[in-house]
């Protein structure tokens, strides 16, 4: 049973870092590429950050470029996303999944970036 659990979200000011990590379980993790994505309240699920089964590369949406940055150990089956520079509008609920969603989604972890 393919499990993905998400930690590590919480209220930050703006300018402000925050760390959040995601668990798998139940899947061959290095045979997946791997994705962050968010959901803001009111609006779609949209990808946030993505990378290969390696970890050599990654891939970021515009609004994050340069911000956020996306890594993973395949030792622990865990991809992690370090957020920099936090802006109010990058609040929402934050979820790791397969690079196309391909996978159950997890609960996700909840950023607030406040004003």
């Known amino acids: 049973q393919v499990q993905l659990v998400e930690s590590g979200g919480g209220l930050v000011q703006a300018g402000g870092s925050l760390r959040l990590s995601c668990a798998a379980s139940?899947?061959?993790?290095?045979?997946?590429?791997m994705g962050w994505f968010r959901q803001a309240p009111g609006k779609e699920r949209e990808f946030v950050a993505a990378?290969?089964?390696?970890?050599?590369?990654?891939y970021y949406a515009d609004p994050v470029k340069g911000r956020f940055t996306i890594s993973r150990d395949n030792a622990k089956n865990q991809v992690y996303l370090q957020m920099n520079s936090l802006k109010p509008e990058d609040t929402a609920v934050y979820f790791c999944?397969?690079?196309?969603?391909?996978?159950?989604w997890g609960q996700g972890t909840q950023v607030t970036v406040s004003s």
């Open positions: 999944n397969a690079r196309y969603g391909s996978l159950p």
């Open positions: 139940g899947l061959a993790f290095s045979d997946y590429a």
């Open positions: 990378i290969i089964k390696s970890g050599s590369s990654a």
